[in-house]
């Protein structure tokens, strides 16, 4: 199970912010004038579980609904919002996961990846490991918090609470097969309207992290979102690390008991 994020039908309500905040009893993070257009939350944090971002850009959207009217941009280099609801990824190859060494970190039935507060001992292990940059501390706590997808509500069978408050279904919630053959049909009508640079991000299970459990439309580069263009599970190279460790170690053995082995039969000779 996972989220779409369809980008292109967010109308940056913030509905969804409010929605996980008021769900998971989050606390407020404190709401500051950042200079980025009507983003008051920044990023992604252990009291953000939900960021929707606004990126200004001069460029006209275009049509891009069928049936709506948008009118003629005024000039060529008219202005455009990017808005954008992010969340964890729930990686298939989750790192926050694989180092993680109380066990705190765990993949539920749904393949969701869930963070059990009452088991995390605040070692912060997975904060560098997450190549997106999702899981956080909490200031004054010192565990880390992020994103659950509902885990209690999904168990219920209700849909997570962002997906539930979003008014346009730009967030949508469901078998991830289905979510990516909804999201093709979607990133295809776009292009046919003309919205050229509509594409998926996360959606494909042979990337750098397994495929993401929350992938998402996108109408730009996924830098312009701050996203990472070519995520790679930051822990892919730790067998062959300890591989070459272990190599290394019996070597170093091997190499002792040589010398042990030469100086036993000196003193014997003496
Ligand atoms: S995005 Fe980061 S925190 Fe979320 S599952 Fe992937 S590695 Fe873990
Ligand atoms: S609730 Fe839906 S439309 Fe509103 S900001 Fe979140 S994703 Fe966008």
Known sequence: MGF??????????????????????????????????????QGLGADTWRHVAFIEQSKPIGQNETGVEHGAAPDASGMR??????????????????????????????????VQEDICNGCGYCVPACPYGVI???????????????????????????????????IQFGPLDELRERAALRVDQLHDLGVEDARLYGHDPDDGVGGDGAFFLLLDEPEVYGLPPDPVVTTRDLP???????????????????????????????
């Open 4 to 41: 779409f994020t369809d980008t292109s039908v967010c109308i940056g309500c913030k509905a969804c912010e409010v929605a996980c905040k008021e769900w998971n009893a989050v606390p407020e993070d404190g709401l500051e004038f950042t200079g980025m257009s009507y983003d008051n939350t």
């Open 81 to 114: 919002w990017l808005m954008a609801s992010d969340v964890c990824k729930h990686c298939t190859h989750a790192a926050c996961l694989d180092v993680c060494p109380t066990g705190s970190l765990f993949r539920t039935e749904f393949g969701t990846v869930v």
């Open 136 to 170: 956080d501390q909490r200031k004054g706590d010192g565990r880390a918090w992020k994103c659950t997808l509902c885990y209690d509500r999904i168990g219920v069978g209700q849909e997570p609470a962002c997906a539930k408050a979003c008014p346009t279904d730009s």
């Open 240 to 270: 062959s690390m300890w591989r070459h460790a272990g190599v290394a170690a019996a070597a170093l053995l091997g190499g002792l008991a040589a010398v042990f082995t030469a100086h036993g039969r000196e003193g014997g000779a003496r």
